[in-house]
């Protein structure tokens, strides 16, 4: 049952209309799968499957400044990305502790849409707000101006090109550019969160349900199905992409997450979070923190968020996201690990599953790299 306050998307008839099982997620009434979260999975590695992603939490920054306040609020450096480009990037609290992770693209030179997980969302708002003080820039609340939908899998260019005159060709790998599809018009981005090729298409929420519907119908002769949030984590977790919650929280910094690259100490002027995050580098290079590693199951029990890494008898770690691999056909997991058994291939690691040591091979993230 949803509750009155549950949020709907502007596709939610749709879903409930093609038999999705929903769920709450970050307040939001979002479908979890169709059919087979499995068939789902494999469509996108395969085929393509398409997924409504509207819950995602949109901010846009304008201004003479804007590039300025976005370079004082985030630890990364968005003055110097292009327009028409986007950049993964985190904002931090002041000790370093990682409030969200983003996506930023700079649509012109003076406007920034910034991309939120959803639970983070009104988090990353307030702090864009509160940061934006003394700068010239606005900071908007843009999150019931779009509905996204993302098209993922090999054969999402062709399904696309057949609804855009858009130079999808020369559309780069964290890009974006305006344009319409099926006469509806988007703002196109070469993203995901699947590991494999794909777009997210920010539109009006008034068009979210005919461009579904022509997606659907392009797509109906190379196999697009549409996709849940289940396979969503699966995808994501098998590409080895960290999720806010599982393996970013505030309790980590940057480093302590092995991300310390997005943090650009280079970039001109202060910004939140500095002071602290100079001294997690230097912690990190003398103590290396525990290290995201995968891990593959040897039996068949799957291992869950929480969960403690052992080896000879010690705990060494936890795991942070666990799930089957429908590709690999085994349960896999995301874990931080004591650096001394991070390694791929370190012998004796298990995973204690209701005080079961099942035994786990360590292995380099990701899980899986698609073939170019």
Not at 247 to 270: I, Y
Not at 338 to 367: K, M, N, Q
Request: hydrophobic share 40%; glycine share 12%; aromatic share 6%.
């Amino acid at each position: 049952m949803s509750s009155s306050n549950t949020r709907r998307t502007a596709l939610d008839a749709t879903h409930r209309a093609l038999g999705a099982t929903m769920t709450d997620f970050a307040g939001w009434d979002m479908p979890l799968r169709y059919a087979s979260e499995r068939d789902e999975h494999v469509a996108v590695r395969t085929r393509a499957g398409l997924f409504d992603l509207s819950h995602m939490g949109e901010i846009t920054v304008t201004g003479p400044q804007a590039a300025a306040l976005l370079d004082f609020a985030l630890v990364g450096n968005i003055g110097g990305v292009k327009p028409g480009r986007a950049r993964y990037t985190m904002i931090c609290r002041e000790d370093g502790g990682i409030l969200d992770d983003l996506i930023v693209y700079r649509l012109a030179d003076a406007e920034y849409m910034v991309v939120a997980n959803a639970s983070n969302a009104q988090t990353v708002l307030d702090a864009l707000t509160e940061r934006a003080a003394g700068f010239d820039a606005e900071v908007r609340d843009d999150r019931d101006a779009y509905a996204l939908l993302a098209v993922q899998g090999p054969e999402s260019p062709g399904i696309l090109k057949n609804l855009t005159d858009a130079d999808l060709d020369g559309l780069k790998y964290y890009a974006g550019l305006p344009g319409t599809v099926a006469g509806v018009p988007a703002l196109i981005a070469r993203t995901g969160y699947t590991g494999e090729d794909g777009f997210e298409l920010f539109v009006k929420p008034e068009h979210a349900v005919e461009l579904w519907q022509a997606l659907t119908e392009a797509g109906e002769g190379v196999g697009l199905v549409p996709c849940g949030l289940s396979c969503r984590d699966t995808l994501r977790l098998e590409a080895g992409m960290p999720l806010y919650g599982h393996e970013l929280t505030t309790s980590l910094t940057p480093f302590d997450a092995g991300l310390g690259r997005v943090v650009k100490f280079e970039k001109e002027g202060d910004f939140v979070g500095r002071s602290a995050l100079t001294g997690a580098a230097a912690e990190a290079e003398q103590n290396p923190p525990r290290v995201l590693v995968g891990l593959v199951a040897e039996g068949r029990r799957v291992p869950r968020a929480g969960y403690q890494v052992v080896a000879g008898g010690e705990v060494i770690g936890e795991v942070t996201s666990g799930a089957p691999s429908p590709t690999l056909g085994k349960p896999i997991a995301i874990a931080y690990v004591d650096a001394a058994h991070a390694a791929p291939g370190t012998e004796g690691v298990g995973v204690d599953i209701r005080g079961s040591h099942e035994p786990y091979e360590v292995v380099a993230l990701p899980f899986y790299k698609r073939r170019k």
